[in-house]
């Protein structure tokens, strides 16, 4: 008893389980989790050390060295690199590839032992080293929390109500707070003042230091009882600061107040770290993550529920303003692709009514329908995710899941049509097929087993595409011979026919007999034939190469972003000004919506595949909303050259969201050697070649330019005699112009620092640099800075030192100003590879070039093993070699197909289309397994092998044809898809032209490597 035959005869527990998968199948979707795009492990982590005063050389030669040969002790790591700048060192650390999501804590804690071993190694005043391995928290939605009239502080308070409420709504793992700004207790000193009464800048930061101190103060014991002694005396406010005594002198009243020789302000940090605006309008930044497999349309709703209930505690007039709010991405996407999936199951089914009748159709339809249900309960046990791969699998498994149950409906049909007993046809059809089926649906997923184990973060992205193909084809293979052969021997029905009539040939119809006609000539003029399809892809071949390439396409997001870079060294408030003027030009553009403005840094990670801009004062970055995902096609190229004839003085640099891995320039060319200078060189070799194509944009390096520096001349003789050191001149110059932080003052849960410095009027002429007073031990006063300085210079130096793997590196960043960046790319690489490099330098490909060929690398790594386990397969299925051969000559044929749709619809051969040639293959290894299957079936009752092979090929036709249009008509939604429909094109045209050419150049190789004649 074979499966199809026990599934008839225990025909209640088949329906049970029929229903029952039905039944929660629809639950489980209902309940599965949602993401914009698919989890993926970004193997990064941030090793930030402090050095106050260095500069970027010596924070890269006294901490960094240290930080990035401790992390280079760790056997997982793939890469190091640097970047060093004044006062601060960041090492950035990515892990192999083959270390997932569950290894890469115990990697992380290993990475902190390491750098906590150097920490006793770092100079005096650097460190302690922060690491931080959460670089990768994804915000899936990001609120900017405004209020006219309101201050930041104010802003601030709602803010930490929101975060403390919002962490308590469902899904939500991380609250994070961004562009706040820091108070600050600013006491301003007169220098005139200070001097006269004899007071020295030390004397008013101790006491400041001490007075809000919090310190123990012990336990007096009163009876019985052991009671806490807490002294007043701590700072209430600002005008206790204005009251704080100060003993100058030696006179026994010789006191005052810090009031009369300060002026003590709160205020904001100055310059801020980052800014952030919504609509021209102050903002804190509010960004919430989900925890790791939740729903993102779940934790939104939570979030805009709890909201709602705190309406009576958020002051009249905040507002909140979606900046990126994933789950209505979420949910619009998912009801796109919902829709989607729907248009594909008609169209399969209306094609299979029509190609196959009535009750065929409905029986192989509700087949499908049964397949996908079972998918969605085994992806909601193994904890998939419906997001934008893995709803791109479903609609390509939809068009695969019908063809097993195309062979068995087809097989039962002809049988029943041909007066076979019911019972025995099933019976008969599943033994013959359910072999082959199996072989040829593992062969199909096997096709994309090499995305399904490729390391890499490209192949972790689209991981969800071989694990939904896998359980789908496989679900496909078990319902084709339970229920299908059921569903058959229930509803299909022999046709009526009068006694003593001929059974009625069912390949009798003109399409059969055409073919059969096309086909005989095909095998009679076998060589012609051969000839023919080998000029066909010989010509494929050449035309590949007018086929532009791409690695992922761009996101269909109604935003898009513009970077915009003021010269270097640029005061963060300059950067602001300027921004607010940007900000004031995109407001009068039509069809721009909102604009949120964050300066100084990139935004939180609320994409996925967005990577933001570390902390730079010179940078702003606009994150601009479009009422229509079309509109960016008109405003993009409209603003990029507005922007740029406005502010000559800025590099403006619009681009769009990607839907994939990758981040900074779509060009990236690394030069790696010992002298920056010579790096600098060459760079600006590369970025000249870049301007001269005129097909370039935002060219630019990541070491920005050289920036001044005033060097005041330590004159350690005259210092040694007023009794002062390095130290202390470099703490009066920082008291005298930006300021130096001398303690805390506490108010509730904050930790407001104080900061010492000079009047507004003292430090806002530069040339008073020399004029700042010191405060001499020796000669009991202040006096010029000039005395112990000998002279003032003004040089250059590099404000960032970038290295990669320890040795020094600049990378020059540049964009396509239109079209794809291979263009761009393929036009300038025999003019960047033939810069003389000196000895000891190197030029490598980084962007969208080096991202797509690792991808492509580690797809190749696996995929051989895969095809092993393809070619063993047919081997086992035939115990032949030369089936084998005449299967595996037939995908070759594919890439007429794929080069005929990529030109015709303008589509570049990338990552996406590349899987399609891979999912390609395997379709036509299955038509032609089940062609040959039937071929040796013919063979085997006694019929003459020439017409065997002729009789076997017409009676696959409709299985094959059938399979064929389902898959190209099902397909025909992801077409217009932005992210799915190079994959689409790919797999839709090459299999109409390969599986048409598969009827007849398989039966034709099968006589020519068996040697069969026509019979006479």
Known sequence: MNLAEASIRNRTITWVFTILMVVLGVGAYLNLSRLEDPEFTIKDALIITPYPGATAQEVSDEVTDLIERAAQQLGQVDRVVSRSERGRSTVTVTIKDQYGAKELPQVWDELRRRVNDVQRQLPPGAGPSLVLDDFGDVFGVFYAITGDDYSYAQLYEVAKLLRRELLLAKDVQKVELFGVQQETIYVEISRDRSAQLGISPEQIHAALREQNLVVPSGQADVGSFRVALS???????????????????????????????????????????????????????????????????????????????????????????????????????????????????????????LAMGLRSGLIIGSILLITICGTFIVMKSQGLILERISLGALIIALVMLVDNAIVITEGMLIAI???????????????????????????????FGAIGLSDDKTGEYCRSLFDVLLISLLLSWITAITITPLFCFLFLK????????????????????????????????????????????????????????????????????????????TRLDATEKTAAEMEEYLKTVPGITHVTTCVGQGALRFLLTYA??????????????????????????????????????????????????????????????????????LSDQAMTIL??????????????????????????????LVGLTRSDLGAALASATSGRRIGVYREGDDLIPIVARAPESERSNPDAI?????????????????????????????????????????????????????????????????????????????????????????????????????????????????????????????????????????????????????????????????????INTQLKSGKDQWDSVIDASVSRVRPVLMAVLTTVFGLIPLTVDVFFGAMAVTIIVGLLFASVLTLLVVPTLYVIFFRFRPTT
């Open 417 to 447: 049509q041909k007066g076979v007993d019911r019972m025995k046809a099933a019976k008969d059809i599943v033994s013959q097929t359910a072999v082959p089926l199996l072989g040829s649906t593992a062969i199909a997923v096997l096709a």
């Open 612 to 681: 933001p801009e570390r902390f730079d004062s010179a940078y702003a970055q606009f994150i601009v909303d479009v009422d229509q995902h079309s509109t960016i096609d008109r405003v993009q190229p409209e603003v990029q050259k507005a922007l740029s004839a406005k502010f000559p003085d800025s590099l403006i640099i619009t681009k769009r969201f990607l839907l994939g891995p990758g981040e900074g320039g779509r060009i990236q060319i690394r030069f790696s050697g010992p002298d920056y200078a010579e790096l600098r060189k």
């Open 691 to 720: 301007r001269a194509d005129g097909g370039a944009m935002g060219v630019r390096i990541d070491a920005r330019e050289e920036v001044p520096v005033i060097r005041p001349e330590f004159s350690e003789a005259q210092a040694r």
């Open 770 to 934: 020399r004029d700042i007073q010191i405060f001499s031990p020796t000669v009991g006063r202040g006096i010029p800075i000039r005395q112990i300085v000998s002279e003032f210079k003004t040089e250059l130096e590099d404000p960032l030192i970038m290295r990669r793997n320890r040795m020094p590196t600049i990378t020059v960043h540049a964009d396509q100003s239109s079209g794809l960046a291979s263009t761009l790319f393929d036009r300038i690489r025999p003019q960047i590879e033939a810069i003389k490099l000196p000895p000891g330098y190197k030029m490598e490909w980084g962007g969208e070039h080096e991202d797509s060929s690792n991808a492509q690398a580690a797809l190749a790594g696996t995929l051989p093993i895969f095809v092993l386990l393809m070619v063993l397969i047919v081997v086992c299925l035939f115990n032949s070699l030369r089936i084998t051969a005449i299967i595996w000559l037939t995908v070759p044929l594919s890439l007429i197909g794929i080069v005929v749709g990529l030109l015709t619809f303008q589509q570049p051969f990338g990552f996406m289309a590349l899987l399609g040639a891979l999912s390609l293959s395997g379709m036509l290894i299955k038509n032609a397994i089940v062609l040959i299957d039937e």
């Open 494 to 569: 022999a046709g009526k026919k009068s006694d003593g009539a001929q059974q009625k040939d069912p390949y009798a119809g003109a399409i059969y007999q055409g073919y059969k006609k096309i086909l005989v000539l095909c095998m009679r003029f076998k060589w012609v034939t051969v000839l023919v399809m080998v000029a066909l892809l010989g010509l494929s071949v050449w035309g590949f190469g007018f086929v532009e390439n791409s690695f992922f396409p761009n996101s269909t997001r109604t935003q898009f972003m513009i970077d915009a870079w003021s010269p270097v060294g």
């Open 231 to 353: 002294p007043t005396g701590e700072f209430q406010s600002v005008e206790d600061f204005e009251n704080l005594i100060i003993r100058h002198g030696t006179e026994e009243n010789a006191l005052v107040h810090l009031r009369d020789i300060a002026t003590v302000r709160r205020g904001y940090s100055e310059p801020p770290d980052t800014i952030l605006r919504y609509d021209g309008k102050p903002a804190i930044g509010l960004g919430i993550s989900t925890v790791s497999g939740g729903n993102v349309v779940t934790m939104g709703a939570a979030v805009q529920a709890r909201i709602s209930q705190l309406g009576s505690q958020i002051p009249l007039g905040v507002q909140l303003h979606k900046v990126s709010f994933q789950a209505d991405t979420v949910t619009e996407s998912i009801n796109a692709f919902v829709a989607n999936l729907g248009q594909s199951v008609v169209i399969v089914i209306v094609v299979l009514l």
